[in-house]
Nanobody, 128 residues
Framework: QVQLVESGGGLVQAGGSLRLSCAASGRTFSSYAMGWFRQAPGKEREFVAGISGGGGRTDYADSVKGRFTISRGNAKNAVYLQMNMLKPEDTADYYC?????????????????????WGQGTQVTVSS
């Protein structure tokens, strides 16, 4: 059974940093793209960042470029999101996801329908 578990969320002041982690189990996802999405209260879920299966390609939402960095663990079954210079508008539930297709070896999907497995989410609150 595939399971994704996020951690690292919390409350932080604007300008601060958080590092989110996502551990995948049940299968090996080293060849598959992994991504982070977020959903703020009353808003649609949106793409934040993604990384290809090989780790050679990353993609970011314009709103987080230059502030967030996605990376994979050595065993590639983990993905991290380093979030710096956080803003109140970054407040949301953050979700880890896996693109269960071979496309993800080299391509990073930015639509949530391109990802098959999802974690339960971790809450990030940025105070002003």
């Amino acid at each position: 059974q595939v399971q994704l578990v996020e951690s690292g969320g919390g409350l932080v002041q604007a300008g601060g940093s958080l590092r989110l982690s996502c551990a995948a189990s049940g299968r090996t996802f080293s060849s598959y793209a992994m991504g982070w999405f977020r959903q703020a209260p009353g808003k649609e879920r949106e793409f934040v960042a993604g990384i290809s299966g090989g780790g050679g390609r990353t993609d970011y939402a314009d709103s987080v470029k230059g502030r967030f960095t996605i990376s994979r663990g050595n065993a590639k079954n983990a993905v991290y999101l380093q979030m710096n210079m956080l803003k109140p508008e970054d407040t949301a539930d953050y979700y880890c996801a896996v693109d269960d297709s071979f496309r993800g070896l080299t391509v990073v999907g930015t639509l949530d329908r391109e990802y098959e497995y999802w974690g339960q989410g971790t809450q990030v609150t940025v105070s002003s």
